[in-house]
């Protein structure tokens, strides 16, 4: 089992919502405590609401970054800012939306001695929902059919070729099943208010759903993959529960696709069996799932092995998974002072260690 | 019978069987762990028969009727083919 016992360095993690549907930085932060990081933990917000903050023994220092919305511009003085204060030595994002910042300011992060493991920005537009299908068709790996909408009119011709009930998809989060052609019409309406053009029409193949969490080492290997199926579904289509499986079958699809893309970092990969037996690849998302902790349970602590391979260490490939082990997500109240949310809504950062730091210099 | 699925079956003795291939769970009461365990150790059907005739109070026409009841529920979860 990989161990972090020596590392005295700074790791600094986003996404720490918890709740209904949540983010992977607490999970990524726990394997990384649970591979004896004894080093200071940065947690990255958005929103003085992120109930991770609340938590103690979890992130040693909180900062508030400015959305990725704002641009590269603030994103980088701030992480500056950040850095001045309290040296960063690696950063995980756990974020779809902020993981393009990362890839563009790889030169910038390295001038501030910040390290990173993450896909490149080819890696992460090839997995793009909009490109899927085109991309990964002409790898000889199946993706459900796939229709961009830049308009509620274009559901008419794309129905031509699907055949309902189908799914449609925001671009960036968000899938809803539409069983006719009023329901794809507000949904179409309702992605489209919340994550604009284009809205995506997929194929809707009925069958078992896998999700595998991946750590690719940007040369078309798998240093880490742990495939799971979802026991407990929230209405919100999030998986709660969900147990490992040994499907041969399904690993050796998943690494086709990692190999085709060379892809470098953490991902999640979902992906569906027909009624056939075949595989279609449904998603690639391009960080670490809120179930992470699923592969550390199972043997395979792919944070700790992320946080070595951006400090530039070469690893082996992790140890195999153990297959019938199940995770069920728990949530809990957090009893904390208004005085916490105050701090961090009025400086924007929280500096929980401190006095322990300065005892410690 | 292909029952090369049916041997990767985990199976507890409690009657709680997982496949960790799909990562499916069933249950199964004492007689269907029975001819689960006999079906895993490589038994023929006329077999089975004669143990459950032997372990439970039951003629051999109604143990086959049985048995090929619970044969045709694991061929249509697809853990054994003809």
New interface residues.
Partial sequence: MLQLDDLQISIAVSGLKTGDNPQPGIPVIRSLRAAGFKGKIIGFVYDAMESGIYLEDIADEIYQMPYPSTGAESFLTRLGYINSRSKIDVIIPTLDSEIPLYIRLQKELQELGIHTFICTEKQFNLRDKSKLFQYFTSEDITVPKTVLLNSVAEINKAIQDIEFPVFIKGHLYEAYKANNIIEAQKYFLELQAKWGLPVILQELIEG?E?NVVILGDGKGNCLGMVP??K?VITDKGKGFG??????PALEKFAQKVIKSLSWRGPCELEII?DKEGAFHLLEINPRFPAWVRLAEGCGQNQPAATVLLALGNQIEELPPFK??VLFIRHSEDIISNINLLGEISVNGELIRKQKKQEEIK | MNTEQLMTL?VNKNGFV?D??????YTVNETGLFILQKLQSGVTKEEIIDFLTEEYEVTAKNAESDLDHFMAMLKALNLIEE
Avoid: H, W
């Fill in positions: 078992d896998f799971q199926r026991l969900g147990v490992v499986v040994n499907n069996k297959p019938g | 985990a997982f960790p291939e799909n990562g499916i769970s």
